[in-house]
């Protein structure tokens, strides 16, 4: 009878790391073998690696946990999903079944809404680069415009004109929440009176009516108390409009900015602690409400939370291609994606899992991505047992910003599927080929190689 | 009563952990015994190595790996070895066993922490709402992230001012432009935001002490730094009764209805009789021995409290006792070493 | 090959260098590895003593190897 095989390692113990979990938070190895009852390898077998996945179940699951936070403590709320998080078309369709309407910040998105079949009072539109063919669009089928600057008041005003009626706007505003840094550069400042300008000049106008306040304190926001700063600002602000000028501020959209059980790199508490629950944001946010509204007003209150909802729902499967060890001892792993894939891994540590039990201790590791370029690292640092080529890693949260944001460097971008709640699973966006890339591209004649 | 308890700290080293006083004063208890598990995050802390206090030590992952990693050892450890109290004593262990002491708790590991809200008084943004509560000051300050807001704190607080990042690094700055150079130093090296204080004159004085949860005081004493390190360390103190301080430490544990060790550390002007309130850490501080030394066994009262033994009711303490740091060192073979690198523990 | 023959090595996998003061912890196939060099055994005996003796392919018992040697390598213990 042959031993147990595992790999050999020797490690130098160093002054200040003789921990023998290593100084990784990631020392817990982990172990998944399927995402929603679906093997991984029944997965990347049918659907090659990498592979993005994302969860029907999760993705339901993790938007109606939020929303109920905020509806069984307030009568009016409505979510608006936001696209730059992830336009992928079923997962916008899932969160709009859901009862989401569509929050989007360029033109691109804003006719990706509509192509979905969303009217264009379900669409909340924000940004600071809106052009004038898509701002009058947008104006005629009634969406729901957020002005940025007063070059866009202007632009409304002449479409206003042209369209010969008036356009129901709102404006976001920035403020300080205590957050830093202070988001300041979308929207009118609150403290210097800015924000109060932009109404007046609206007001001037006449042609547009101002009838909502849109604010966005910032990015994974780890603090529920700004949130309840930010709600106060805003209602004041809204009576101090609606007794001045007489708009009447029917919405108060507070943006998002939640986070979701990712790990900033930087960070020290892990993500199950350092993360507070939903439930937290929700009860700063109303309690804030209702100590500061007037009785009996209960304007809509619109979340665009994004990252909070769709994180956690998806996972990037991907392959240990090769391993090789570098001069400094460290053992490097090659996967078969990177931050071509992982735009987010720039900020992200990942949770990392294999798809198999390991055997042997931990050893420093780094796994590097697919380019040939030197940034392209997904976790420079953990403790990884020694992995055979063909070992599948599954990372995650990775929903958010990396299917909008990815890059088709030198790769070609691969599946996404989706594990429907009766775990079928369908493509939801088919790996690239060559011609996909080549499509838009023209080679005049005389360069032809004959 | 034999009572396990789990005490992590115990880098006796010289910048030192509280575990090692911890200990010492739980050893001292007449009335229950104690036998000290030590929790340590390196083979080389002091302590694994200190017999006569730490009878057997563990290897912990680091906090920052959360439930997984954090709490799954602490229960390896209960079921293996036995623990029945676990003292966290580290500032980044806190808020792991806050947040997951009901499960402990569950598992037969009790704790004695405050709660996760009382948790985040101490940060920095609360203080001065908790030293306007408690009745003393604390010196002006700004939080900036620009020149611009740099130059305003400046002229709305006076020089001279300190220059502080938010976690590390603090300069005096006489004038303007050494705020700014020291401004741009700390960005450098660690990023903003950055805190403009008033600089305020006296000295360095600090209280120990524990709350019970229910406005009741576990135990109090106020001690002033003598002579500290190059590193800022105590090594020589004297206990003193500065009213002002010690009747705002009552009120903390009053009004807030603290639960556990905390250090208040303040900065007292004693010719203008003023207290400014500097910092709130919710743990041991490295020399609470030093209470203990003078009859005022803090540690000790919360495992009587935790275990509903009878509470010692600690009113008073000498003014005027010295406390000693020294330096010491032992011989020992490698095998403890060599266990507690290959095993984990000792 | 001297600097191995020197190396105090206990079966918990725990090893010291009396030359440099440095420690080093080793797996059990690790140990295996060592105990052969201390031996003065050429890669190939190891290799063929390592199929012997677990569960393992030549190809991969000998990818292995080779890292494990690489590895010595950069701790100068080769």
Redesign the interface.
């Known amino acids: 009878m042959?031993?147990?095989?595992?790999?050999?390692?020797?490690?130098?113990?160093q002054t200040g790391f003789m921990n023998?979990f290593g100084s990784s938070p990631l020392y817990a190895r982990k172990i998944r073998k399927d995402i929603d009852g679906v093997p991984i390898s029944e997965l990347v077998e049918k659907f090659g690696s990498p592979l993005f996945v994302i969860s029907e179940k999760k993705l339901r699951e993790k938007f109606r946990q939020i929303y109920n936070a905020f509806s069984t403590r307030y009568p009016n709320v409505q979510f608006g999903w936001s696209y730059k998080t992830n336009y992928l078309k079923a997962v916008c369709a899932v969160l709009h079944q859901e009862g989401a309407i569509a929050e989007v910040v360029s033109a691109f998105e804003y006719e990706k809404a509509r192509n979905l079949g969303i009217e264009g009072k379900e669409i909340i539109f924000n940004g600071p680069h809106k052009p004038v063919e898509i701002l009058e669009v947008a104006a005629s089928e009634g969406a729901k415009i957020h002005i940025d600057h007063f070059d866009e008041i202007t632009d409304l005003e002449k479409i206003a004109e042209k369209l010969g009626k008036q356009i129901k706007v709102a404006i976001r505003i920035n403020m300080d929440t205590g957050i830093h840094p202070q988001w300041d550069r979308f929207g009118f400042n609150l403290e210097t009176g800015q924000a109060l300008d932009a109404v007046k000049r609206i007001a001037s106008g006449g042609k547009l009516v101002l009838n909502g306040l849109h604010c966005h304190i910032g990015t994974f926001i780890l603090e529920p108390e700004a949130y309840g700063r930010e709600v106060e600002k805003m209602v004041k602000f809204a009576y101090e409009v609606e007794d001045n000028f007489g708009f009447k501020i029917e919405y108060l959209d507070i943006g998002g900015g939640f986070p979701s059980k990712n790990r900033l790199k930087g960070t020290y508490l892990p993500p199950d602690v350092a993360v507070p629950p939903v439930d937290e944001y929700a009860e700063k946010i109303t309690e804030s409400l209702y100590s500061n509204l007037r009785p009996g007003d209960f304007p809509k209150l619109i979340l665009e939370t994004g990252r909070a909802i769709v994180d956690e729902a998806e996972y990037l499967i991907t392959t240990v291609f090769a391993?090789k060890?570098l001069?400094?001892?460290r053992?490097a792993y090659i996967a078969d994606a990177g931050v071509n894939l992982l735009f987010t891994a720039f900020w992200y540590k990942f949770n990392i899992e294999i798809d198999r039990e390991v055997q042997?201790?931990n050893e420093p590791a780094v796994i590097y991505g697919p380019l040939c370029m030197n940034i392209d690292i997904i976790d420079e640092g953990t403790m990884l047992s020694?992995l055979?080529r063909g070992t599948r890693l599954i990372f995650s949260p990775v929903g958010a910003y990396n299917n909008t944001q990815w890059m088709q460097f030198i790769e070609y971008r691969p599946n996404v599927v989706m594990v429907m709640e009766d775990q079928t699973v369908e493509v939801i966006r088919e790996k690239e080929n060559l011609s996909d890339i080549e499509k838009r591209e023209r080679l005049p004649e005389r360069l032809k190689i004959k | 009563m034999e009572i396990k308890i789990a005490v992590s700290g115990i880098n006796a080293v010289d910048n030192p952990g509280p575990g090692i006083g911890v200990a010492k004063s739980l050893l001292e208890a007449e009335d229950f015994s104690a036998e000290i598990v030590g929790l340590a995050y390196d083979a080389m802390e002091p302590g694994i190595y200190m017999d006569w206090i730490v009878k057997k030590s563990f290897i912990m992952p680091y906090p920052s790996g959360g439930h997984d990693a954090f709490i799954n050892r602490l229960l390896y450890i209960k079921e293996n070895y036995g623990m029945d109290f676990f003292m966290p004593v580290l500032d980044a262990e806190l808020p792991v066993v806050i947040k997951y002491s009901h499960e402990l708790e569950k598992n037969g590991i009790k704790t004695f922490l405050p709660t996760y809200e009382q948790f985040k008084l101490r940060s920095k943004d609360r203080l001065e709402e908790i030293a306007n509560n408690i009745g003393i000051e604390i010196p002006k300050s700004e939080v900036v992230t620009s020149y611009e807001e740099l130059i305003k704190a400046i002229e709305k607080i006076g020089l001279p001012v300190m220059v502080k990042g938010a976690f590390y690094k603090a300069y005096r700055a006489f004038t303007t432009q050494e705020a700014v150079s020291y401004y741009n130093k700390i960005v450098a090296q660690w990023g903003y935001p950055i805190i403009v204080q008033q600089v305020v004159s006296g000295e360095e004085m600090n209280v120990v002490a524990a709350g019970d949860g229910e406005g009741s005081s576990l135990g109090m004493v106020g001690i002033k730094k003598v002579w500290i390190t190059e590193l800022g360390k105590i090594w020589t103190g004297i206990t003193i009764k500065n009213e002002k301080m010690l009747s705002a430490s009552q009120k903390f544990i009053e009004k807030y209805s603290w639960k556990g060790a905390f250090e208040l550390e303040c900065i007292v002007d004693t010719k203008e009789s003023r207290v400014y309130l500097i910092e709130i850490n919710p743990r041991f501080p490295a020399w609470s021995y030093f209470s203990t030394g003078v009859g005022v066994n803090i540690a000790a009262n919360i495992i009587r409290k935790s275990f509903g033994m009878p509470v010692k009711n600690y009113t008073d303490y000498p003014a005027g006792k010295l406390y000693v740091r020294f330096t010491d060192d032992l011989v020992t073979d490698?095998e403890r070493?060599?266990?507690i690198?290959?095993?984990g523990e000792s | 090959m001297d600097r191995i023959k020197q190396l105090a090595i206990?079966d918990?996998?725990?090893?010291?260098d009396p030359l440099t003061g440095?420690?080093?912890?080793?797996?059990?196939?690790?140990l295996?590895?060592?105990k052969k060099l201390k031996e003065g055994k050429t890669e190939e005996e190891i290799l063929q003593e390592?199929t012997?003796?677990?569960?393992?392919s030549q190809e991969?018992?000998e990818r292995?190897?080779i890292?494990?040697i690489?590895?010595?390598r950069?701790?100068r213990l080769i």
């Open positions: 042959k031993k147990i095989y595992e790999k050999p390692v020797i490690t130098k113990l023998k391993s060890r001069p400094d001892g053992k042997g201790s020694p055979e | 490698m070493f060599q266990k690198i290959t095993r | 206990n918990e996998g725990f090893v010291f440095d420690s080093f912890t080793v797996n059990q196939t690790g295996f590895i060592l390592i012997g003796e677990f569960e393992v991969e018992a292995d190897l890292d494990f690489e590895k010595l950069s701790y």
